[in-house]
């Protein structure tokens, strides 16, 4: 099983930018599709991008499309979501998860299907 953890929350201010980062250990992310969740306070946990094994396959809800970009570094066994141009409704803890498929291509976006879990870092965004 892979252990997660993530870094790179903050305080910042609307229009600012932040770089989220998910480490993992115990086993190489490269054998997992890995996706960021967030969750506001009093709202459900909501899918926020994912990235296949490969790494060539990513997925976004729709209220982040062109602000955030996920992606991974196999030689550091992380996987990162730039967020740009945030906007308060951003704020939430942010939690990244791994998924194990025997597809390379194939990129998960249901919270069922993620095994490991990060502890999360909270997100701030002030308007």
């Known amino acids: 099983q892979v252990q997660l953890v993530e870094s790179g929350g903050g305080l910042v201010q609307a229009g600012g930018s932040l770089r989220l980062s998910c480490a993992a250990s115990g086993r190489t992310s490269s054998s997992y599709s890995v996706g960021w969740f967030r969750q506001a306070p009093g709202k459900e946990r909501e899918f926020v991008a994912a990235?296949?094994?490969?790494?060539?396959?990513?997925s976004y809800t729709d209220s982040v499309k062109g602000r955030f970009t996920i992606s991974r570094d196999f030689t550091k066994n992380t996987v990162y979501l730039q967020m740009n141009s945030l906007k308060p409704e951003d704020t939430a803890v942010y939690y990244c998860?791994?998924?194990?498929?025997?597809?390379?291509?194939?990129?998960?976006?249901?919270?069922?299907?993620?095994?490991?879990w990060g502890q999360g870092t909270q997100v701030t965004v002030s308007s």
């Open positions: 998860a791994a998924a194990s498929t025997p597809s390379s291509i194939v990129v998960v976006t249901t919270a069922p299907s993620f095994g490991s």
């Open positions: 990235i296949s094994r490969s790494g060539s396959r990513t």
